[in-house]
């Protein structure tokens, strides 16, 4: 078989596919319900219901999908430069780390600490996905598996901290940390809902983000970086200082994700922080085809789907990892659907 | 050894009614072809007129809509790339097709012996190669490796690919375009050779004068059309040139040049892939550059695109050392560039045209004002290179990987032009581009040459380096010969220069990147 | 350091070594066939949990151990041939979609695990290989229990690298292999098919990572528990470069690596384990992988069409 560029695809072809994709998953989705022994459509009723059946539901949903943005965001930004992040999660306890320290070691009124915090959270954020990305534009050292293996150490460095110099005299033997003081904890976005600033924050960032990426000269390098390199460092782009600038952006965003959770819900800095936020982040990017506008309602989407086979597995015998087969099925299955939409698969 | 004769008298090689269209294209509309044995038949066309998928239909890469293939009176199947070479069809391709990473006698048997055979035979198999370089001319080490062999002999090991699996039938596309002129004639003695022994060739080019001196007949093609076929008896260049282009072709005529003051200069410049260059471009003059592929021309534009930087020698622009060099420098003390390959250098195929023309200057007002773009500006840019150059397109928007070759270029040329380059460096520039986009691209260089530039033309091309050089230097090894003024040298002299000849004391033969030069102190390139 | 002295000196260092590096052996052949085929397989790490999973549970549900190294390795394949649809005909992002895979096979594993056993507070165990003496070589003193006092697939994976060796370097089939990670047209104009030989080794290599996963339940540990691969297939990754694309080096990486793994387990427990946190020593490994993947990067000899589809046709 051989494959065949379409110079302009039907808007059929292109929302289409796409769809077929989600419609593909879905059935997939009904074939493991099938396996559990439950019915698919009870299942599916059940997740919906678990993920906006009511306000709380609703609310769960967008809290679960606020540091969803931010990784996705992260993942968004450093792909479209061709930048294959997929440290994410190491970026994300960076930023809680440094949430952490910022605030519980400064005494300074909460409304100081509030954006001293976010702002070590970038930082650090940044900084950690800066090696890396140092790695392979000067010694050509693939970052995807350096990156992967940053999350590793990362995760023992956390624990290391919390069993040590971080760890709560208060935490009866857990490992955990002191946490940050009340009025220092991000506010609710809106009084009485259990819904805090972070989500605002999250929305501020994916617009930010698209303004970068359409309007400024540095957008306008990541996305030349990003399609050719070589054509881009002919034409006089320097393209490791952009990669680098790609990678604090990034690593900054990632790290806002941990900043989020740390000062907006928890309120310390625990192991089981994210549930895999990071590498999560890489589906809510491509289910969003790097769009940053379009990060945040996939974001919702894939939190969508957790929270709601939370609930569904309480009613029903259906284990919750089925969201994430969902969400990896979906993934492969848009990514060849959007293949689709360009190229035309012909015979000889 | 070519063992059993074909059936006598019937043609060993019979495409009929070949038709292929690719969307609204017709690539190949209705190609008769019949090759005889002992025969070497040209197949003469422009970029584009079909040459390439009339091969491809043959090695069943692509199946045609309709029409068939037929090998020594066997009807190949459609579509099965094994058919053709299992059938005694060898071909050797424009771009090598050889894995660098394994030695020459490997890629000879690479797929010759059924996969899951235990043992490679590697005994017998080199015994074979060795016997078949003999007889036919052509010398290659089988133990080297690929990555070291020089273009010339990785050619011969893609002659030898297809004579060890005793192809009956050999295709060369553009098998000269790599070639010194010394070396072609080793090629043609090669061939005239295999026909001798019963072979059948046919040689794919647009080089007229190749075609004259090797083939009986020639078959010409164009807009995917048979439109000619002539024994070489009969006809003439002129003659041929016609039939392949549809109307009189005239080659640019460059009037006398006015040079004016050296605007670029290298002194004795070393680097990684050049030894001791020097070179002075002058304004209103175009510097030609022969050489066979890969002998230190990337190297030199490289260093004059600003990708690369001078390890020894003096550089100067316009009388004065540059700064920090790079990509940006170059731009801004005024050096167009026009990169070799316009596909993966010069443009970035999923950006619209638009983007594509700010490339260079999209940092610069009013394009981009302190970060932020203003893509009016950029649009107006790119609309104006569009009417002043005549790039067909749908539209400013457009993603440029949808643009004929001669479109692409045509954009890049306004992007170069339009600001005004002292310097120019032309890197291949109409490679692969159609007549009407040649003629173009190089009227274009020669306005830019009288309007006062200083232009350093690349080129394998040796019958477009003579006919727009004013003066000419050749490259070999990475060293540059001394230039030579228009109308003083002949094809056959450049030749000895591009085959490492008359380099002072580092002129040995054979002299390849790979060679252990030493470090030129005593080599003078001023002769 | 006679402490670390001490410890090379004992023979069960050695045997902890071999046992250590297994399943990474596995797995790293597996990558390299994949990658000496042009295809970055990410999807290694879920593999091996895939493999790892399927594995234990045939034998658990009464298959005997072979037949659940048989199981861990067509459950490798099945994803392997889901990647290989995926990056070789249809040509797409090989990192993405291994991070897909990665996903796809881990969460199903999870999910097949809670299926087959929901009610579990305890993984449940099984009677894993045991070590198989070899006559005449085990009884030599050192030496003897150091080396040859394995499980059966600790003696496989290194009968595996030389046969990956073997058809690498001495068949048309590995010369072939070769070829087509470096220049898939050459392998075409030789009227070979690269979509063949790339799916081929995606699935074969992918093979072999589901019998790498499928040595930490049969032969390591008698049970599956969820983390349990925790990253060994990125450690593969690097091993792969480490080892130059080559199967020798690799499989010396894999053991030098091994070794150092087996040192800090042991080093935990000495004097020096005392005044270092644990977390340390477990970070060893990543920083290992991460060093050699620095030490590699100028000299490796990478195969040049390593991740770039090939479209018939397209030049």
Known sequence: MRLEAIADPTLARSLGLPALALVATVLVGAFLAMLAGADPLQT?????????????????????????IFTGLAVAVAFRARLWNIGAEAQLYAGALATVLIGTKLALPGAALIPLMGLGALVAGGLVLLGP?????????DEVVTTLLFNFIMLLLISLLLEGPLKDPMGMGWPKSEPIPRDARLPRLVEGLRLHWGFGLALVSAVAVWVIQTRTTLGYEIRAVGLNAQAARFAGIPVGAVLVKTALLSGGLAALAGYSEVAGLKGNLTLDLSPGFGYTGIVVAMLALLNPLGVVVSAIFVAGIFVGADGMSRAAEVPTYIADILLATALLFMVLAILLTKFRVRRG | MPSEAPAQGGPVLRLSGITKRFGALVANDGIDLDLARGEVLALLGENGAGKTTLMNILFGHYSAD??????????????????????????????FTLADNLTALDNILLGTEPLWKPGLGRGAARARVVALSRDFGLAVDPGAMVADLSVGERQRVEILKALYRDAR?????????????????????????????????????????????????????RHGRLVGAVTTTDTDRHKLAEMMVGAEITPPAPSRATPGAPLLVLDRVSGPGLRDVSLSLRAGQITGLAGVSGNGQGALADLLSGLATPTAGRFEIAGNPPGAWSPRAAIAAGIGRIPEDRHRTGTIADFSLTENAILETYADAPVSRSGWMDWTHARQRAEGIIAQYDVRCPGPQTRIRLLSGGNMQKLILGRVLGENPRVILANQPVRGLDIGAVTYVQNQLLAARDAGAAILLISEDLDEILTLSDVIHVISAGRLSPAFPRGTMKPADLGQWMAGHGFGDHGNEEDRKTGQGDKGQGGSNAA | MTEIAEILLTASFWAAVLRIASPLIF??????????????????EGIMVAGAFAGWMAVYSGMGLWGGVAVAMAAGMFFGALHAVLTVPFGLSQHVVGIGITLLATSSAYYAYRLALPEVTSPPRIEPFQPVDIPGLSDLPFIGPALFSQTPLTYFAFFTVLVVA??????????????????????????????????????????????????????????????????????????????????????????LFAAFDALQIRMQQTGLGALVPYQVFLMIPYILSILALILMSRRANVPAALMVPYNKGER
């Open chain 3, 27 to 44: 797995a790293t052949m597996g990558e390299l066939i994949c990658e000496r085929a042009g295809v970055l397989n990410l999807g290694i």
């Open chain 2, 169 to 221: 039938i050999l295709i060369l596309d553009e098998p000269t375009a790599v070639l010194t002129p010394q070396e072609t004639d080793a090629l043609f003695e090669t061939l005239r050779r295999a026909v001798a022994l019963g072979l059948s060739v046919i040689f794919i080019s647009h080089k007229l004068h190749e075609v004259m001196a090797i083939a009986s007949r020639v078959l010409v093609l």
């Open chain 2, 66 to 95: 309709s029409g068939a293939v037929e090998v020594m009176g066997k009807t190949l199947p459609p579509g099965q790339p094994g058919a053709a070479l299992r059938a005694g069809v060898g071909m050797v391709h424009q771009h």
């Open chain 1, 44 to 68: 599916f009723g059940l997740i919906v219901k678990g993920a906006a059946g009511s306000k709380f539901a609703l609310l769960e949903t967008l809290n679960r999908a606020t540091p969803l």
């Open chain 1, 133 to 141: 990305v140092l790695l392979k534009t000067r010694l050509g050292v």
């Open chain 3, 166 to 255: 073997l058809v690498l370097y001495r068949t048309p089939l590995g010369l072939a292999l070769r070829a087509v990670g470096e220049n898939p047209a050459a392998v075409e104009a030789q009227g070979l098919s690269v979509t063949a030989l790339r799916m081929g080794a995606v699935i074969v290599g992918s093979g072999l990572m589901g019998i790498g996963g499928a040595f930490l339940t049969l032969s390591a540990f008698s049970s599956f528990f969820f983390e349990m691969v925790n990253g060994r297939g990125w450690i593969c990754i690097a091993l792969v470069v480490f080892g130059a694309w080559m199967p020798g080096r690799a499989l010396l990486g894999a053991v």
